[in-house]
C-alpha cells in the first residue's frame, strides 16, 4: 500500500470579501453606482490554499472559521493550536505573518521537529511578510522561503524588486530563499545560489488583481514543494499570478 502523500498546511487569515464592481475608479468622497457586487472567501493564507488545490496540490488550512457567512474578530492560531498538528503528515508549511511572537514559537516546534527526523522527512518552512508592522519583521530569520511584499521593499527605502532582495537578504536565515513581487515588473528571488529574476506575463485584459500576491505565492510553492528549481517557480508564480489578473476570482486559473 502506497505510503499517504504529504501535504502543505496554510496557516493564517480566512475572511468575507466584499467586492463591488463600478465603470471607473471611485473620486473621494463621491458616490458611485455598483455595476454588481459579489462575496467571496478571501484572507492570505486561505486564498493560497485554494490556488494550491486548484493547481492539484494536497493541501490544508489552519485558521479561524466563523460559525456563520459574516463573523467579526476572528482569533488567530496560537501555538497551543498548533501542537495538535501531526506534524508527519506535511512536507511543506506556509505562514501568512499576522501574530508574529506566536508564530515563531509554531516555527519552532517544527524546527524541533525538524531537528529529529531524516532529512528527507523535514518540512520546508515558508512566511509571508505583508504588512509595514515592526511585530511582523521577527519573521525574515525563521522561513526556508520568505516572501516579502512591494509595501515592505518600499518602507525599507527600495524601489524595485532586485534592490529589495539584495538589500534585505541579510535579514533571512543562511540558505534560504527571499523573494518579493513587483506586480507588472515581475519578481526577483534571492538565495544562497544567487539572483533571479521572471518578467511578468500580464493578461491581454486587466479584470481582478485580488489575491494576485497570494496566487503567485501559492504558485511559487507549488513549483518547490514539487522538487522545481527557484528560477522556474519564480517564472511559474510570474505566469499563474498573471493569469489570475485576467479571470474574476479563481475558477479557471489552471
Known amino acids: ?4 502523500e504529504k501535504q502543505i498546511l496554510c496557516v493564517g487569515l480566512v475572511c468575507l470579501d466584499i467586492i463591488n464592481v463600478v465603470d471607473k475608479f471611485p473620486v473621494e468622497d ?6 454588481s457586487q459579489r462575496w467571496q472567501r478571501g484572507g ?10 486548484l493547481l492539484g496540490a494536497p493541501c490544508g488550512f489552519m485558521g479561524s472559521l466563523a460559525p456563520g ?5 476572528l482569533a488567530n492560531v496560537t501555538p497551543e493550536d498548533f501542537k495538535k498538528v501531526d506534524f508527519s503528515q506535511y512536507k511543506w508549511i506556509h505562514w501568512e505573518g499576522r ?7 509554531m516555527i519552532q516546534q517544527v524546527e524541533e521537529y525538524n531537528a529529529n527526523v531524516p532529512s528527507e522527512q523535514r518540512i520546508t518552512i515558508s512566511v509571508e511578510i505583508e504588512k509595514t ?11 526556508d522561503v520568505v516572501f516579502v511584499s512591494k509595501d515592505i521593499a518600499r518602507h525599507f ?3 524595485s524588486a532586485s534592490k529589495a532582495v539584495k538589500g534585505l537578504y541579510s535579514r533571512v536565515k543562511p540558505g ?6 513587483w506586480a507588472e515588473k515581475g519578481a526577483d528571488a534571492m538565495g544562497p545560489d544567487g539572483v533571479f529574476h521572471s518578467n511578468a506575463f500580464p493578461p491581454k485584459k486587466l479584470v481582478d488583481t485580488l489575491g494576485a500576491g497570494d496566487t503567485f505565492n501559492a504558485a511559487v510553492i507549488f513549483e518547490l514543494f514539487n522538487g522545481k528549481s527557484i528560477q522556474e517557480a519564480l517564472t511559474f508564480g510570474c505566469q499563474i499570478a498573471g493569469k489570475k489578473c485576467g479571470i474574476e476570482g479563481y475558477d479557471g486559473i489552471v
Open 1 to 4: 500500500m502506497a505510503a499517504k
Open 30 to 35: 463621491t458616490d458611485t453606482r455598483c455595476l
Open 44 to 53: 492570505n493564507a486561505s486564498n493560497s490554499c485554494t490556488v494550491l488545490s
Open 69 to 73: 457567512r459574516v463573523s467579526e474578530n
Open 99 to 105: 501574530n508574529a511572537t506566536e508564530q515563531v514559537a
Open 133 to 143: 508592522r515592526e511585530e511582523l519583521y521577527q519573521l525574515f530569520g525563521h522561513g
Open 157 to 159: 527605502g527600495f524601489n
Open 176 to 181: 534560504a530563499y527571499l523573494i518579493c513581487a
